[in-house]
């Protein structure tokens, strides 16, 4: 069966951000890029969606490029959210097309009682990763995914995001539906 799960991607983008956050939290001078365009190019620019991450304790790790967030880990931006016992973003330097360097995070893996919700599903697992490059989601260990009335259940859940086709694997299935 193939679920779409288009919700669920904005749940793995919610991280896309931390360790620019983070790197930020940790700098008191960091400079900032402006760009100066004419009056008739100007644009406003459309806010950027906040992510408020709460945890027990966060290390970055600069040399390898990881931002680890641990105990009771609850991060949201906008109407989705992720909850696990231990998050971590590894993290690229990127440069754009106009020189400057953005950081984009290049791998996300959370782990111990995952839930992620968006306004369309609830996922649980005892883990996941997400690949932002390949917009492929896996999620592992005791998968439950709720969408309306519809329950599957199984061992690992696999999702791409480009094709917005999802598997459920990894022994015996289980699945609920109700229709309408």
């Given amino acids: 069966m193939t679920l779409r799960l288009t919700a669920c991607a904005a749940a793995l983008f919610l991280f896309a951000a931390a360790p620019a956050l983070a790197q930020e939290a940790t700098k008191t001078d960091a400079p900032t890029a402006t760009k100066t365009v004419g009056k008739k190019d100007a644009k406003p620019a459309k806010p ?30 906008g109407d989705t959210n992720i909850k696990s016992d231990t998050l971590t973003v590894t993290y690229a330097d990127v440069k754009q097309p106009d020189g400057t360097t953005k950081t984009d995070a290049t791998d996300l893996d ?19 990763k997400y690949d932002p490059q390949t917009e492929k989601l896996t999620v592992g260990g005791n998968v439950k ?13 696999e999702t791409d995001m480009k094709t917005n086709r999802t598997q459920m ?12």
């Fill in 110 to 128: 959370a782990k111990g009682n995952v839930t992620i919700t968006t306004p369309k599903e609830t996922i649980t697992g005892d883990w996941a």
């Fill in 145 to 157: 995914l709720v969408q309306e009335t519809t329950v599957l259940q199984g061992n690992l859940l």
């Fill in 169 to 180: 694997k990894g022994g015996r299935v289980k699945g609920s539906f109700l229709p309408k």
């Fill in 48 to 77: 950027a969606t906040p992510v408020d991450i709460v945890s027990n304790e966060m290390e970055i790790l600069d040399a390898e490029k990881k931002a680890i967030f641990r105990g009771a880990v609850d991060a949201t931006r």
